[in-house]
């Protein structure tokens, strides 16, 4: 995904002649490229595979609405100005009928911070609070097998320092989420 590079569909289109509204946005980042690889092949080991059709991520929104794109937009490109902010894997914990990747990081909890206060008219309840940073290895197995993977991977999850590479943002259509821009940290 190339930054600040438009998903055609993004302020809505026709697809067989029927118009289709622009699709609602999620924002995410991503880790250092090391870590990153390492989150990419727990989760491609991990996650199920028919719904696995995403890079390792760290929701910081769920569903904003398209209309604050542009505004949106300019915020991460301010934003990515900066140096990365640093952060943390903090170990694993469960999900229930899954497994994350506990991430800590007071500079990317800033930054959604100041997101939320900018677009608060317009967020949905659960973007109102502030997340539990992770990064989903698995979801939706069932849950003794959720419970033998956290297990298994205990013992190969230690804390250590990172830092946060990138913010994204995403159309969510459905199915597989469309790429709208990446914007990677240069400070």
Known sequence: MVADQPDKGQHGDSIGGVRREAAPIILTAELE??????????????????????????????????????????????FSRDAPPEARIDGLFSLGRGV????????????????AE???????????????????????????VARETLETLRPLVSPRLTRIAALACWHYRGGPWSPIARYAFRG
Do not use: Y
């Open 33 to 78: 490229a090391r870590d990153q690889a390492w989150a990419d092949q727990l989760r491609r080991r991990h996650f199920p595979p028919e719904r696995n059709h995403l890079a390792a991520h760290i929701t910081l929104f769920h569903h904003l609405p398209p209309s604050i794109e542009p505004d949106l937009r300019r915020m991460l490109a301010m």
């Open 100 to 115: 994350a990747i506990s991430i800590r990081s007071p500079g990317l909890l800033a930054l959604r911070d100041r997101l």
């Open 118 to 144: 900018a677009f608060n008219a317009c967020l949905i309840p659960q973007d109102r609070h502030t997340p539990r940073l992770h990064i989903t290895v698995q979801n939706k197995v069932d849950a003794a």
